[in-house]
């Protein structure tokens, strides 16, 4: 399954050719929400949608509202709640949602407005879009990458920046990796696995979920040709030196915000004195490697490692970043 707002901009895509259509974005949430700033929902004239708002709280509301015609101007910021139109059923915790409804015409202008906000989502850059109540947009500009949708409101003038979801590249497959692609793909994360053992391939890799990507390569050598964006998370997680070693070596070359790799204290100990014998890496590469990889939950079994792993990935991804010596982490 792709990424939730890039399929609302395929959907928005293949109806602009010959439709009008109402592209909604969650600017702000109050209170607690289902889905975050940033997330999208197309409509057509006659009903049809993808996408969601609020998980249905708003959703039948604001369809009926587009067959009325209530949202006629290019833009306009619709509030449901706290003063604003009542939703559909009552938002968690009292909350109230602002949303961004932008009207796009049929044809070719609204076609390349939408692939440019899709390249953002599907890339390694953001996009950032301006506009003005009630005006269409009136800047799309590329930016540095992020790792979630940004979203400014100075009264009239709306600032978004759009940007792909972040990725977790995990090098080689193990009982620990199966776990940790589901998980990442679950939590929102592009999700690669590269794997280039025959014998490994032939038992896990049917193991996946059908959305993580499969790379059938030698990990070092996919890192080296591919790079990565900042939005990346590298995990080596086999317990093979040949493996773990090289990618690490690699890796540290790399934006990448989280870098890790499985095992012991003591075999990561051992792992680090290779690196800077065999690798020549120097103390800040060292550093930015997080072994042992993980929160310490005391975790024991593959699944609860995997946890303790993507618990450590999402911390950091929110920018809530510790030293990786400050943790025990998974063995």
């Known amino acids: 399954m792709h990424h939730l707002d890039v399929q609302v901009l395929n959907a928005a895509l293949a109806w602009a050719e010959e439709h009008p259509v109402w592209l909604c974005t969650v600017l702000s949430t109050y209170g607690s929400s289902p889905r975050p700033p940033g997330a999208m929902m197309v409509i057509r004239s006659d009903g049809r949608y993808y996408g969601s708002l609020s998980g249905g709280c708003v959703e039948e509301s604001f369809i009926a509202r587009i067959g009325d ?84 409101v100075q009264g009239a003038n709306i600032v978004l920046t759009l940007c792909a979801p972040p990725r977790v590249v995990i090098a080689g497959l193990s009982s620990v990796a199966l776990y940790c692609a589901n998980f990442a793909q679950a939590l929102g994360f592009e999700t690669l696995v590269c794997e280039h053992r025959e014998d490994v391939l032939l038992n896990l890799a049917d193991q996946l979920d059908d959305s993580v990507k499969l790379i059938k390569q030698f990990p070092a050598s996919y890192l080296e040709r591919e790079g990565c964006h900042s939005g990346t998370a590298i995990l080596s997680l086999t317990h093979d030196p040949r493996i773990d070693d090289l990618t690490m070596m690699e890796a540290v070359n790399l934006p990448a915000f989280y870098i890790g790799a499985m095992g012991s204290q003591n075999n990561s100990l051992r792992r680090k004195e290779r690196l800077v014998r065999i690798g020549e890496l120097n103390p800040e590469e060292i550093n930015r490697i997080h072994a042992p990889i993980g929160m310490d939950i005391g975790s024991k079994t593959p699944a609860e490692i995997a946890l303790s792993i993507m618990a450590d990935v999402v911390s950091h991804k929110n920018g809530l970043m510790g030293s990786p010596q400050d943790k025990d982490g998974a063995s």
Not at 69 to 96: K, M, N
Not at 99 to 111: D, Y
Request: hydrophobic residues 35%; contains cysteine.
């Open 69 to 152: 015609d209530t949202f006629s101007s290019p833009s306009q910021i619709v509030r449901y709640g706290d003063g604003g139109f009542e939703p559909d059923q009552a938002l968690p915790c009292g909350g109230a949602l602002d949303i961004l409804v932008e009207k796009l015409m049929p044809g070719n202008a609204s076609l390349d407005y939408l692939q440019q906000m899709m390249s953002a989502l599907t890339g390694p850059h953001s996009v950032v879009k301006a506009l003005t109540i009630p005006e269409p947009c009136r800047s799309l500009l590329p930016g540095g990458y992020l790792s979630r949708t940004h979203t400014q």
